[in-house]
């Protein structure tokens, strides 16, 4: 079981990016290579839609999902609302062993269908992080992740079978002693579970109080990356001599 404090990876990024701003590294920034490295990280963010030739098929329960949910559209092999969040995933027939490095990209998906494929049994780890899957079809070999009691219904089918309503074991544990005196459990994943720290509290088994040392981490966040904006700073500065 993880531990976890709330909310802070958000107000780090948001920290982060004041400081970078503030440090006006865009000249950094405005180097061909970093350029590239960035383009390079927007296209691998929906990497998993085209990890399988082709697209939603017309028929498949992702496709009519995506058809019938207002605001939906659908992308290579994932249905996306209009931010680009990826809310169905269609990969069967993929001759996936398992669902890939780039899987955990769909973490926010409500329905996924794998069947017709020749995956390993074992998908509990897999689906760290998928709080929000309510529909998963698989091949009829392969068991739900998290077992039957993950899942509100489990149906069995000639080729395939479908995991229905993810349930939030938090509720049905009947442990109140599960997650320290500081922390609150909250669903991580079919079967899984997640100890989240109270606000105030980190550290291991949340047993820490006070506020994360915020001034000490940007202090070294802020120094270094001062210290690599002067040295590509001065890279650009040389090549452009030498030209």
């Known amino acids: 079981m993880a531990f976890r404090e709330r909310g802070r990876p958000s107000s780090l990024v948001a920290w982060a990016a004041a400081l ?5 590294v865009e000249r950094a920034l405005a180097l ?11 296209e691998a963010e929906l990497l998993i839609c085209i990890q399988c030739p082709g697209s939603v098929q017309n028929l498949s329960e992702v496709a009519l999902y995506c058809k019938q949910t207002p605001g939906l ?26 669902p890939g490095p ?6 926010t998906a409500i329905i996924i269908d794998l069947q ?46 479908t995991c229905q309503g993810q349930r939030n074991l938090c509720n049905s544990t ?3 002693e599960m997650c320290p005196e500081n922390g609150s459990c909250e669903p991580d994943g079919p079967g899984l579970l997640q100890c989240v720290c109270a ?13 994360f040392p915020l001034l000490m ?27």
């Open 102 to 107: 780039h899987f955990p990209q769909a973490h």
């Open 174 to 176: 009947g442990d109140p």
């Open 199 to 211: 606000d105030g509290f980190h550290g291991y088994k949340c047993m820490r109080q006070g506020s």
């Open 73 to 98: 559209m659908l992308h290579a092999r994932c249905c996306l609302n209009q931010k680009g969040t990826i809310l169905g995933l269609d990969l069967q027939n993929c001759s996936l062993k398992d």
């Open 32 to 42: 061909p290579e970093v350029q590239k490295q960035l383009r390079s990280l927007a």
């Open 116 to 161: 017709v494929n020749p995956l390993k049994d074992d998908l509990a780890g897999t689906f760290r992080g998928f709080t929000q899957l309510q529909t998963l079809i698989l091949p009829q070999d392969v068991s739900c992740p998290g077992g039957i009691n993950a899942w509100d219904t489990v149906t069995f089918y000639t080729n395939n079978q």
């Open 20 to 24: 970078l701003l503030a440090l006006g």
């Open 217 to 243: 981490f940007f202090g070294i966040l802020g120094s270094t990356t001062l210290s690599i904006s002067i040295l590509l700073w001065g890279t650009q500065r040389r090549k452009a001599k030498a030209s």
